[in-house]
């Protein structure tokens, strides 16, 4: 593939996403290529990894992110197989993915601006507080990013597509501490 016609592929894959996480389209408008979940899925691991490293995370960040991957995926799989609607999973996985790593790529300042969480909650600072609490409302979007994908991509309503991914999120927090402790 030429280098401009992969510079448009990747500019309209962004845009796409972005529209996305402004519960704007679905999934569908994504391309189909088996192809990109795998690499998706390679960049964002790469991307968490980092991320663990730049915050001194020695908490297996690397398994961490393929739980977290698995889960997400796994679940999404199941969703659309019970749909009847497996036909529908490439893109859905591709959004999923492609969201995931943009808001993980968000939470990066943030983290790095809030420094090692202190021993106890009555000696954060302010500006510890106010990142805690803008880093609930990103994880708040995020949920509404996943259901919007979901909505779409299963003909659900809304509701019911948000209930299934905060049930996602509670799935993977009981197994991250079932795997590797409080952290």
């Known amino acids: 593939m030429p280098q401009r016609a992969r510079e448009r592929l990747i500019f309209t894959l962004a845009a796409r996403v972005v529209e996305l996480c402004r519960l704007r389209g679905g999934p569908q408008n994504l391309p189909y290529s088996r192809n990109l979940p795998a690499l998706l899925i390679a960049a964002s691991v790469v991307v968490d990894v980092l991320?663990?490293?730049?915050?001194?995370?020695?908490?297996?960040t690397f398994?961490?992110?393929?739980?977290?991957?698995?889960i997400v995926l796994?679940?999404?799989?199941?969703?659309?197989?019970?749909?009847?609607?497996?036909?529908?999973?490439?893109?859905?996985?591709?959004?999923?993915?492609?969201c995931s790593l943009l808001f993980s790529l968000l939470q990066v300042p943030l983290a790095l601006l809030a420094g090692p969480p202190p021993a106890s909650a009555d000696q954060l600072s302010g500006l510890q507080v106010l990142l805690g609490w803008i880093t609930i409302g990103l994880l708040v979007w995020q949920v509404s990013v996943d259901a919007h994908i979901m909505r779409h991509a299963m003909d659900a309503p809304f509701g019911?597509?948000?209930?299934?991914?905060?049930?996602?999120?509670?799935?993977?927090?009981?197994?991250?501490?079932?795997?590797?402790?409080?952290?």
């Open 51 to 60: 991320i663990g490293d730049a915050l001194h995370d020695t908490g297996n």
């Open 63 to 70: 398994a961490r992110s393929l739980l977290s991957t698995g």
């Open 74 to 98: 796994g679940l999404c799989w199941i969703a659309l197989a019970i749909r009847g609607l497996r036909n529908r999973y490439v893109q859905t996985a591709t959004a999923l993915l492609a």
């Open 160 to 183: 019911l597509a948000f209930a299934l991914v905060l049930s996602w999120v509670l799935a993977y927090w009981a197994l991250d501490r079932m795997l590797f402790g409080a952290a």
